[in-house]
């Protein structure tokens, strides 16, 4: 079962623009029943911040849409989800970046 989940993506203020891409690692993790997951854009970019199960299905889609520059955090609740590993997929443009996060309820 896909979620599509109204989330609020919080930009960091930040004295610098990132010079990197990068998925940063999600906190806490384990988490119950919610963790901040932080990613910093360096370019102006088509954004998609998915969460998969051990299997390879979709169950979350925390980000779909343009974001400029900078550092984000946003906040995952997976409280509709049963305990397990599930995988954090950043796409931001050509960058690509997996973590792994704990759900122990």
Sequence with gaps: MLVEQPT???PIQTVNTPTQFELLPAFPNPFNPSTIIPFRLATHSWVELTVYNLAGQKVAVL???ALAPGEY????N??????????VHLKAGQ????RKIVLMK
């Design 8 to 10: 609020a993506i919080e």
């Design 63 to 65: 980000v779909n849409e």
């Design 78 to 87: 997976a409280v509709h989800l049963s305990n397990g590993i599930y995988f």
């Design 95 to 98: 960058f690509t970046q997996t």
């Design 73 to 76: 955090r946003i906040t995952f």
